[in-house]
């Protein structure tokens, strides 16, 4: 099975251009059965391919190749013709993101049939979610980062138009725009690195890669260089700190959006970027470090910003954010395996939060907390599914978040006990504002009657992947870690020479037990404050807090630095803009003209003035002269006038010819000429 | 078979035919116009059969002597560094054509000059003898001076006659040039390929000199910084096919020249003016893009944005590294497709609603999606997407480069982040967010507008999943062009 693997991105692929192109929109299109098919076969196959790897039956990793276009490159000062392949690259980290990939999408879809009914680009919306599905998968087979890369830019793409899908309103435009530009600024760091590494490499193909960075070819300044390039783009993508604003307002779209994209499968793309470069952060402890304190930074603000939220869906966007900075952090803190487990967990029981989420928006028309309430015996399914996907997020021991979270912060806590303080306060924040998610939207007393009166289960398409999620939400973690099957397959494969860095300590066996006692703490405080009819409790502390409050409202003012970041820019723009209009353009350009056109007027001057004007006296010279001459003889007798100018002429030939040789010859020549003019003279009129 | 002079002069032929039909029979006159410029588009895709992609010689050459006193030739061919330009002027005059089928005004005077101007620039990329390139390169001049002059916008004079002087001046001294390599030349040749090998003898000074003045007469046309102003201007006021070929042909005519004349022709006058270019590069890349954000006409805006992708062209020059060079061809090609798709386009709102400004549209992917849509892949494939033709090209330019200019190359990238923003700002001020009732009566592209964009916009898909066939095409040339280099 493994030898057509290349089709799992392709055959949603083709169904996405089947579906935007084949057939006209309708409510009562059959096109997104073709969507949900393809995912459903891809969803086959990878749990093939994930069941294999987990029995023993495929041998991992398995990689193949294709000729993809040849350009130019030079090698050591002689060009050659470099030949881009194009391939998959199957490993255990692979194998476990198809499943993921697969199956939330599969689900998204099935549950998409109900909650996007009705909606004027139905059919549209599902060519989308295949386009999604198709690069996301992409990126996780290419065995080229050229390919990766691009798959990574293309999923930005229909998360773009995926948080826009509703662009008839102002805001998800906006959202929408706001995401690609922030993680556009990421992928530049990740666009260097990829430049480096070529310019390192001479190739884009992880295998190689990673073969000359266990020779150590590679400086470790260099893998630092490449490393934080890297680092910015999975920032971008996994909305890490200080590139996570976009994230909340991507909530304006869909709500199976973002569940699948924003949450389980899109956002995860950077750790999973970070996991499959993992050789080159390897090298280079600094690269590590920052992927630690960055994650770790990430999750603490990212708890606390959902602590005051009161949007459903943005307290599960910050929720996400913060468990994506436990991720990071993880793999910071050489914890590959651990990294990528509470990847896994997290797609099931996020992506069920999201769609529970999700029906109870379908069911009472708002975001806001504070108008929902005492909807657990209206909608007892989703009650139950939100109440699984709390325990599992919140790490209540059992459900699956417990596993991935204790894996992570054991491996934290042995690698910086700093860290570990860091992660186990977001920890407990997010017990807390989990189940004060909980409280406010389905016990308690109902705070807005017709919304209340308005809601209802939802139907069975979105019911049953809830029923799926949830058992995985909870059951996930505890089949993973049994025997271990999950590190088995997903590991780091040490590079020869270099060991993980120094341990600060062994994680004592208690501390689990520990961090869980102060979860179940900020449980108990969550059902002090929300758990009843009225928050007057909260309300006052948030009043007392008011500055604190303010702050975490405003998210740190990183949405403001974002602003006027755009404003500088904006301002940047004008300003070139002017230079070229009024500088290079009017005062050089134009300028020019203009002096040429002096210089031109000029030389007009001097030519009508000076020149023309001596060419005209000359000419008024001549008549006049000839004005005078008529007047002193003025006969009008031709002959006379002939007379004059022979004796003229005369006169001047003998003045300018030598005088003696010609004396005889003048004399003659003159006396001839007076009796001539003798003669016409006398003669008659 | 003198298919390259078919190539060449076969508008020109269509063009006389145009002159002698009567002024009132526009259909003819389009039809003789189409006609014309279709063959030249079918042999020229036909040469693609014919090209042979292994060798960096010149193909299907021509040579007859012109003026034999002075060694002046009539001289054609082409390798891979022309040939894909001829593809592309072939391909983008025909679109053009087709996109001016909507002209009503002094029709028959209007595809008379555009005939003249498409074998103009064809003889640019088919000579090889400097005078024959010089011929033709001014002839461009005098069409492109009456197509913005008659039919262009409010300020259509001025554009045309800046447009005229600007590049008039840059050839003046790309005349100088070509005479100071002819009388230095033993013997005397206006020859091309004779003089590519002529530069062991020549020192230094003398080509840094002659290489500026060539520099000159290129860098006006490409446009490079800060010679560039004419460019939005003219744009601006041309008519929509006018501007599709200016950016599409006319821009490459200039990073054609460089890559052909000044790269092998003065090697060390390139060697030495190499720091300079890649900082000129640099700043037609971000401060290019930065005038396009700053503007709210979208005519004008794609035409800065022209200004940052050749920008592009430029450092890929600059990396003087194969790769970069490959890049630079392959942008030359990618940026005609896309530019040529995003001025039709502009076209097109502007034929509807007679306003180009971005503030004055919003929402209107609900009431034309066809336009919409394909208005949107224009953009992301000028923002660089992958999967569409301009990321590939983009790439490689930054490769090529990266290699010599890390830092440099590292500030380009900025240029795509604000591409990105305008363009996508542009999206959603125009398409998105809600529909501005004042367009409520407007309609989709009709099938003369789809029928110019949609070879453009399948190339555009094409190239950028699969750029192989483009890239064959070019890599022996570029590898013959990067061995010169010691």
């Avoid at chain 1, 294709?66 to 050659?80: H, I, L, V």
């Avoid at chain 1, 909980?438 to 705070?447: A, H, I, K, Y």
Wanted: hydrophobic content about 55%.
């Amino acid at each position: 099975m493994l030898q057509h693997v290349y089709l799992i991105p392709l055959i949603p692929l083709a169904a996405s251009l089947l579906i935007l192109l084949g057939a006209k929109e309708d409510p009562r299109s059959p096109m997104p059965f073709l969507g949900i098919a393809a995912t459903g076969w891809c969803l086959l196959q990878s749990i093939a391919i994930f069941y294999g790897a987990a029995t023993g039956e495929l041998s991992l990793p398995y990689g193949a190749d294709w000729n993809w276009f040849s350009f130019g490159a030079t090698a050591g000062g002689k060009p050659f013709l470099y030949d881009m392949p194009v391939g998959v690259l199957i490993d255990g980290s692979a194998a476990v993101m198809l499943v993921v990939v697969t199956l939330v999408s599969f689900l998204v879809q099935v549950y998409s049939l109900s909650y996007m009914r009705g909606d004027p680009r139905f059919k549209r919306y599902y060519a989308y979610l295949s386009f999604f599905t198709a690069s996301m998968l992409g990126l996780v087979v290419s065995s080229n980062l050229l390919v990766t890369f691009s798959c990574w830019e293309l999923v930005g793409f229909s998360s773009y138009l995926l948080i826009g899908f509703w662009f008839e309103r102002p805001e998800p435009p906006y959202a929408a725009k706001k995401a690609f530009i922030t993680t556009k600024l990421g992928d530049l760091g990740l666009y260097l690195a990829l430049m480096l590494i070529f310019c390192q490499v001479g190739s884009f193909q992880i295998p190689q890669i990673r073969e000359f960075v266990a020779r150590g070819f590679m400086p470790a300044a260099v893998a630092t260089a490449i490393g934080l390039g890297i680092l910015c783009g999975a920032a971008g993508k996994s909305a890490q700190f200080p590139l996570f604003i976009w994230l909340p307002d991507a909530m304006e779209g869909p709500t199976p959006v973002s569940a699948l994209i924003h949450a389980a499968t899109m956002v995860a793309a950077g750790i999973y970027l970070v996991a499959k470069c993992y050789f080159i952060f390897a090298i280079s402890p600094v690269a590590m470090e920052t992927v630690a304190w960055i994650g770790a930074i990430t999750a603490l603000l990212a708890a606390t910003m959902a602590v005051v939220s009161y949007d459903i869906k943005r307290v599960l966007a910050f929720s996400t954010v913060s468990q994506l900075g436990f991720m990071m952090c993880a793999l910071g803190s050489w914890g590959f395996s651990a990294g990528l487990f509470h990847l896994t967990t997290h797609a099931a029981f996020k992506a069920l939060l999201f769609l529970c989420a999700g029906s109870v928006i379908h069911a009472v028309h708002t975001n806001d907390m504070r108008q929902m309430g005492n909807l657990d015996k209206k909608m007892p399914i989703t009650f139950f599914a939100t109440l699984v996907g709390t325990f599992a997020i919140a790490g209540i021991p059992g459900f699956s978040g417990f596993f991935s979270k204790d894996m992570i912060l054991e491996r934290v806590f042995e690698h910086d006990p700093r860290l570990f303080v860091i992660l186990a306060i977001s920890a407990c924040l997010t017990a807390f504002y989990m189940f004060r998610l909980v409280f406010m939207t389905f016990l308690g007393q109902e705070r807005d009657l017709d919304r209340y009166l308005h809601a209802h289960e939802s139907p069975w398409p979105m019911t049953v992947p809830l029923f799926v999620l949830m058992a995985l939400a909870a059951f996930s973690g505890w089949l993973l870690d049994r025997g271990e099957i999950f590190t088995r397959l997903v590991n780091f494969q040490a590079l020869p020479g270099i060991a993980p860095a120094h341990e600060a300590a062994h994680a004592p066996a208690y501390l689990t037990w520990y961090v869980t006692a102060f979860v179940f703490f900020a449980i108990y405080l969550a059902f002090r404050l929300y758990g009843g009819s009225n928050f007057r409790e909260a309300e006052s502390i948030k009043r007392r807090c008011a500055p604190v409050f303010n702050l975490l409202e405003r998210r740190y003012y990183l949405d403001d630095i974002f602003l006027a970041l755009v404003g500088l820019s904006d301002r940047a723009a004008r300003l070139a803009f002017w230079i070229d209009s009024e500088v290079v353009d009017r005062f050089f350009v134009d300028g020019w003209g203009l002096l040429m056109l002096a210089l031109a007027r000029l030389c007009h001057l001097f030519d009508d003035n000076l020149i023309d004007r001596s060419v005209d006296a000359t000419g008024g010279l001549s008549v006049s002269l000839g004005g005078t001459l008529r007047w002193i003889v003025r006969r009008g007798l031709v002959q006379e006038y002939l007379l004059w100018s022979a004796a003229v002429m005369s006169v001047l030939t003998l003045l300018t010819l030598p005088a003696q040789r010609y004396c005889l010859g003048a004399s003659v020549g003159l006396g001839l000429l007076a009796i001539l003019t003798l003669l016409l003279v006398r003669r008659p009129r | 078979m003198n298919i390259l002079s078919l190539i060449t002069f076969l508008p020109l032929a269509g063009a006389l035919l145009v002159l002698g039909l009567p002024k009132e029979s526009k259909r003819a006159v389009q039809i003789v116009a189409l006609l014309s410029s279709g063959l030249t588009l079918v042999l020229s895709v036909g040469l693609y059969f014919l090209f042979d992609r292994h060798t960096s010689s010149m193909q299907f050459v021509e040579r007859l002597p012109w003026i034999p006193s002075i060694g002046v030739q009539y001289f054609l061919g082409v390798d891979g560094l022309s040939y894909p330009l001829v593809l592309l002027t072939a391909l983008m005059s025909f679109v053009s054509l087709v996109a001016s089928l909507n002209i009503v005004n002094r029709v028959k005077e209007y595809f008379f000059w555009f005939l003249i101007l498409e074998v103009g620039m064809l003889g640019v990329f088919v000579s090889l003898d400097l005078v024959l390139f010089y011929v033709f390169w001014e002839i461009t001049l005098v069409p492109m001076y009456f197509l913005i002059g008659i039919w262009g916008g409010p300020k259509k004079e001025y554009a045309a006659i800046k447009f005229f002087l600007y590049t008039l001046t840059g050839s003046v001294f790309m005349l100088l040039g070509i005479l100071a390599v002819y009388f230095k030349s033993d013997p005397h040749t206006f020859d091309l390929l004779v003089l590519l090998q002529a530069h062991p003898d020549w020192s230094a000074r003398f080509q840094i000199l002659i290489f500026l003045a060539f520099y000159l007469g290129f860098a006006v046309k490409v446009p490079a910084f800060p010679f560039h102003t004419w460019l939005p201007l003219a744009h601006v006021e041309a008519p929509t096919a006018v501007s599709v070929v200016l950016a599409a042909v006319l821009l490459k005519m200039g990073v054609y020249g460089i890559m052909r004349v000044s790269y092998g022709m003065l090697p060390l006058g390139f060697q030495w003016f190499l720091p300079f270019l890649v900082i000129i590069a640099v700043i037609n890349i971000v401060y290019g893009a930065l005038c396009a954000m700053a503007q709210t006409d979208m005519k004008k805006m794609v035409a800065y944005s022209s200004i940052n992708h050749m920008g592009y062209c430029l450092l890929g020059i600059a990396g003087l590294t194969v790769t970069g060079f490959s890049g630079a061809m392959l942008q030359m090609i990618n940026h005609g497709l896309i530019t040529g798709m995003l001025f039709i386009l502009v076209g097109v709102i502007y034929d509807r609603a007679h306003t180009r400004d971005i503030n004055a549209f919003g929402g209107l992917a609900a009431k034309v999606p066809l336009y919409a849509g394909l208005m949107s892949l224009a953009c992301f494939a000028s923002l660089g997407l992958p999967g569409l033709a301009g990321f590939v090209s983009e790439l490689l330019c930054f490769l090529g480069a990266f290699a010599r200019w890390k830092v440099y190359t590292a500030i380009s990238v900025i240029g795509i982040l604000t591409t990105a923003a305008f363009f996508l700002r542009m999206i959603e001020k125009v398409f998105l967010g809600p529909l501005n009732p004042k367009w409520d009566k407007l309609t989709d592209l009709d099938a003369r507008e789809v029928c110019a964009l949609l070879p453009l916009v399948i190339l555009t898909i094409l190239l950028g999943i699969y750029p192989k066939p483009a890239l064959d095409l070019m890599n022996a040339t570029v590898l013959h062009m990067a061995s010169l280099l010691k």
